[in-house]
C-alpha cells in the first residue's frame, strides 16, 4: 500500500493551489470545523506598517532630533526622541503591535502596527471620522515614572473605543501614533489610536497580551485597574520562539543592529503578535496600554474575536 499527499488529489482542480494551501493550512492548526471558514479569511500576508523604506535610517528633515520631543529618565541619562508620526494600517486588520528603536543611533522610540495585506472578504470596514482620543479623560493615577519620579512620566491607562455609537458595528484598531505632553513639569509619554468599525460585527471574546510582570504602580487608579483587570490582563504562559513557514509573512523590519542598542535598557521591543497558531486564528487587535516594567517601557495588546451577524440577526 503506497500513500500521496491529499493535495495531489487537487491537481486537475481548477484554483489547486488555493485549495492546497487551505488543507496545508488546516491540517497545520487544525481550527474547529465552525471556525474553519473566518479562520481561512484571516490567512492573508501580513505586513508591519510603516513598511521598511519607510523607516528612519538617518535624520531627514521629518526626524530631526530639534524637531522630535524628547524623554529623559535620570539625571545624567541619555535622551529617548520620540517620533510621533501617525501609523496607519489603512483600514486593514491590525493583528501585531510593537515599540521599535528607530534612527541611526536607534534613539527615536516609534510604534509599529503589524496587519493584513488585505481586508478580509467577509468584513466591511470604514473608518470612524468621530472618534477624537485626544477628547479621551485623563487621570493622574496612570502617570508612572520610567526611572526617577522628578523626571519623564508615561501614560498607563489601558487605550479603548469608548465611543457611544448606536448601529450595529464594533471597532477595530488601525492607526497608532505616540504624544508627548508637559504635564506640570514632567513630560508624560502618551499612546493613541485610532479606530474603523467594521459594519455588522460584534466582538465575541476579548483579551489582554503581553508582558506578564506586575508592573510598578503610581497612584490610586493604577492600583485599581491592576484589582479589576488582573485576571483580563494576565498573559498565558511564555511560548517558545515559534519558526515562520508560512510564505504569506512578509518581512518584518530593517536588520537588526550589530550592537545592542543604549535604549534597550529603557524600552522593550518584543513584538505582540497573534497568527493562525493562536486558535481559532482570526484575532485582532482593539485596544493597548503602555506599561513600565522594572524600569524598561513595554506595551500590552488587547485581542477580540469578531462575530460577523447575518442579516436574519439584524432583523
Not at 510582570?213 to 517558545?240: H, I, N, V, W
Amino acid at each position: 500500500m503506497s500513500f500521496v499527499p491529499i493535495t495531489s488529489l487537487l491537481n486537475s482542480v481548477p484554483g489547486n493551489g488555493f485549495l492546497s494551501h487551505a488543507v496545508n493550512l488546516y491540517l497545520r492548526y487544525k481550527p474547529a470545523i465552525e471556525e474553519l471558514h473566518q479562520f481561512l479569511e484571516f490567512q492573508l500576508p501580513r505586513q508591519w506598517a510603516p513598511m521598511y523604506d519607510d523607516l528612519p535610517l538617518g535624520f531627514g528633515h521629518k526626524y530631526k532630533k530639534s524637531m522630535s520631543p524628547s524623554l529623559q529618565f535620570t539625571l545624567m541619562g541619555p535622551k529617548l526622541y520620540v517620533n510621533t508620526v501617525k501609523v496607519d494600517s489603512g483600514n486593514r486588520p491590525v493583528t501585531g503591535i510593537r515599540l521599535y528603536l528607530e534612527g541611526k543611533k536607534s534613539d527615536h522610540l516609534a510604534i509599529h502596527l503589524q496587519h493584513l495585506s488585505e481586508v478580509p472578504g467577509a468584513l466591511e470596514i470604514s473608518e470612524d471620522h468621530g472618534y477624537d482620543p485626544v477628547d479621551e479623560p485623563e487621570e493622574r493615577g496612570y502617570y508612572e515614572p520610567v526611572k526617577w519620579s522628578m523626571f519623564s512620566h508615561v501614560y498607563t491607562a489601558p487605550v479603548q473605543y469608548s465611543s457611544s455609537r448606536m448601529d450595529e458595528s464594533t471597532a477595530i484598531v488601525t492607526k497608532a501614533w505616540f504624544e508627548v505632553k508637559l504635564v506640570g513639569m514632567k513630560k508624560v509619554l502618551f499612546l493613541r489610536l485610532g479606530f474603523s468599525t467594521v459594519a455588522s460585527a460584534t466582538i465575541r471574546r476579548s483579551e489582554w497580551d503581553g508582558p506578564s510582570t506586575t508592573s510598578r504602580k503610581s497612584g490610586f487608579f493604577s492600583a485599581l485597574m491592576s484589582t479589576r483587570l488582573s485576571k483580563e490582563l494576565q498573559s498565558p504562559d511564555q511560548k517558545p520562539n515559534k519558526v515562520d513557514i508560512n510564505s504569506a509573512i512578509y518581512n518584518v523590519g530593517p536588520p537588526v543592529p550589530t550592537r545592542v542598542p543604549k535604549m534597550l535598557s529603557f524600552v522593550d521591543t518584543k513584538e505582540m503578535v497573534r497568527g493562525p497558531e493562536d486558535l481559532p486564528g482570526y484575532w485582532v487587535v482593539t485596544g493597548a496600554k503602555l506599561c513600565v516594567e522594572g524600569g524598561r517601557i513595554s506595551i500590552k495588546a488587547k485581542y477580540s474575536l469578531l462575530t460577523i451577524l447575518s442579516e436574519g440577526c439584524l432583523l
